[in-house]
Each structure stands twice: as C-alpha cells, then as structure tokens.
C-alpha cells in the first residue's frame, strides 16, 4: 500500500500514511476543507449567494 500523500511505503505505526508528516498534511487538509464537497440543496446555495452579496456591499 502507498502513502495517499506522498505516495511512499506505507509505515505501520502510521498507516495509511508513511510518516507523521503525511498524516498531518491530510489532518490539514480535512480540517481547512479541502476535502469537503459541495452541497446541491436549494437552500445552501440561496444562503451562499446572500453572503456574497452580503461581504461585498460591506467591502464598498
């Protein structure tokens, strides 16, 4: 199995990632969502559009 960072042998104290570090940088990732998906309800999106307008009458 290889790293889904770095893609290095795998190492077992870490698995399934091959250092601390990798796992880290995945950690990171989850945590600044980067991994998150995009929500296709109607809502969600009514509220994203309301903030935008929202931060950009403030920018002004």
Known sequence: MSCPV???ETQKDY???CSRRC???D???WLNGAYATP?????DIENA???A?????TKH
């Open 49 to 51: 559009l309301e903030e």
């Open 27 to 29: 950690l990171a990732k």
């Open 15 to 17: 698995r399934p990632f």
């Open 39 to 43: 929500s296709t309800d109607p809502e």
């Open 23 to 25: 796992a880290d940088i």
């Open 6 to 8: 770095c893609a290095e």
């Open 53 to 57: 307008a929202n931060s950009r009458e």
